[in-house]
């Protein structure tokens, strides 16, 4: 009998393991060269290529509570920004439904509300950030398209209502020769659905 509850208990130790998602079981560290290395080692494993099962692929990319809440905010919204499956939010008819979608799935877009410094943070990446013209070299599409992303964050209303007054005039200042520079480039032709309604006039 003692036999049996024994094994009965270690069964269910063993199933309390499943089901979890995949940074419940790793240590990553709380900067972007540690969550950079995990993100890769998620997807670089082929049972992740292979699995049809959106959710449990977005399971597996989840960071651990610790790692979201030891990340600088400056990490964190490169963290956000190197998703891997980050580009998702493009497959929506609206910028809108794709942040809608970004913010159910991402657990960096909900830590990123609870940082105080989140405006700050993105307004200097989106000055810094550059816009690319047919003839220079970007690297990779996805830094070319890089400013669109950062676009995206920056307009979301409780990043803009976080703003001082002299951020915001400083953010509509940046974002008008951004569009200005990008209008000059072919890369950047855009629906106007999926431009955030907040640079949308902005020439």
Same mark, same amino acid.
Request: charged share 30%.
């Given at each position: 009998m003692k036999r %049996? +509850? %024994?094994? !009965? =208990?270690?069964?269910?130790?063993? =199933?309390?393991?499943?089901?979890?998602?995949g940074s419940d079981s790793v240590s990553?560290? #709380?900067? +972007?060269?540690?969550?950079? @290395?995990?993100?890769d080692s998620v997807t670089d494993d082929q049972q992740w290529q292979n #699995? =049809?099962?959106? &959710? @449990?692929? +977005?399971?597996? =990319? $989840?960071?651990?509570?610790? /790692?979201? $809440?030891?990340?600088?905010?400056e990490d964190l919204v490169d963290s956000i920004l190197d998703y891997p499956l980050f580009f998702e939010w493009k497959r929506f008819s609206t910028c809108e439904a794709?942040? &809608?979608?970004?913010? &159910?799935?991402?657990?960096?877009?909900?830590?990123?509300?609870?940082? @105080?410094?989140a405006a700050s943070v993105l307004l200097k990446k989106y000055? #810094?950030?550059?816009?690319?013209?047919? #003839? &220079?070299?970007?690297? @990779?599409?996805?830094? !070319?398209?890089? +400013? $669109?992303d950062i676009e995206l964050l920056i307009t979301q209303d409780y990043i803009l209502e976080q703003m /001082?007054?002299?951020?915001?005039? $400083?953010?509509?200042?940046? !974002?008008?020769?951004?569009?200005k520079e990008k209008a000059a480039s072919a890369m950047y032709d855009s629906p106007e659905e999926m431009i955030p309604d907040a640079i949308k006039d902005l020439k």
């Open positions: %049996t +509850i %024994t094994a !009965a =208990l270690a069964a269910l130790l063993l =199933l309390s393991g499943c089901g979890k998602g990553v560290a #709380d900067n +972007i060269e540690g969550v950079r @290395s995990f993100y #699995d =049809l099962n959106t &959710e @449990s692929r +977005i399971d597996k =990319l $989840k960071l651990p509570e610790s /790692t979201l $809440k030891g990340l600088s905010t794709g942040l &809608e979608y970004l913010n &159910e799935t991402l657990d960096t877009m909900q830590e990123l509300k609870n940082r @105080s410094d000055t #810094d950030q550059k816009v690319y013209t047919d #003839d &220079e070299d970007a690297g @990779s599409m996805t830094e !070319a398209l890089r +400013i $669109k /001082t007054e002299e951020e915001k005039t $400083k953010f509509y200042e940046v !974002a008008k020769q951004k569009q």
